[in-house]
Each structure stands twice: as C-alpha cells, then as structure tokens.
C-alpha cells in the first residue's frame, strides 16, 4: 500500500521539486504552504507522515507539531521536520515536541532525505 505524505513548506519549488521526486518513489504526496492549511489537511487526509518546516507563514513549524501532537485524532502521525535551521536547541525542541527525525535542507542529499523518508515510515 502507499504510504501519503504531506509535505508543508512555503517554498513553492522546493515542494513540487520533493514532490516530484516522492511521488516518482511510490508516496503519495500532497501539499500544504503553511501551518494553517497543513492542520486542516491532517485533519482531512490523515497521512502516514508529515515532512513540515519550521519557518513558515500563518502558524510556525513548531506550533504545527505542538496542535498535532497534542490531537487525539493526529498525535500518532508521524513527522519530519526539514528546515534550513540547524541551531541544536530548536533540534531538540521539535524532538521534545515529537517529531521522528529533523532534517537540515543544506546538509542532505536527496537520497538521504528518501532513505531517512522510508526510516520513519517503518
């Protein structure tokens, strides 16, 4: 079965270059530009994992995991952050708030990302 992702970044070519490269992986994936519409989403969709940035409009990164987590209805849902942000309090922050793994855009490779992707899923 395919596992659905969402991805929640505000960069608009970043989400549909991962986009492509997932869906050409087998996920299903769709997208949300911020933490606002990402809510309502997870709500609706209930994906197997969430790839979310920190720095976004409407509602942060960190907040989107705190509504989440704190859900009854998503607080099992899986995810990621992938952030340029790479400042360790804020890595163990979004751990402490319950993300799986925390990702930092500049120091990974795609194959990296889709490894650590199926990782989390497991």
Do not use: W
């Not at 070519?13 to 530009?33: Q, S």
């Not at 799986?100 to 992707?117: C, F, G, L, N, P």
Request: with cysteine; glycine share 4%.
């Amino acid at each position: 079965m395919e596992k659905k992702i969402l991805l929640v970044d505000d960069d608009k070519e970043l989400c549909e270059l991962y986009k492509t490269i997932l869906t050409a992986e087998g996920f299903i994936v769709e997208v949300a530009d911020n933490g606002e519409t990402a809510l309502s989403e997870i709500m609706k969709q209930k994906p197997d994992l969430v790839i979310l940035d920190i720095m976004m409009p409407k509602i942060h990164g960190i907040d989107t995991l705190d509504i989440l987590k704190a859900t009854p209805e998503t607080k099992e849902i899986k995810v990621i952050i992938l952030s340029a942000l790479s400042d360790q309090k804020m890595i163990d922050r979004a751990k402490d708030f319950g993300a799986v793994d925390y990702i930092v855009k500049s120091q990974v490779d795609m194959a990296t990302v889709i490894e650590r992707i199926r990782q989390a899923l497991k």
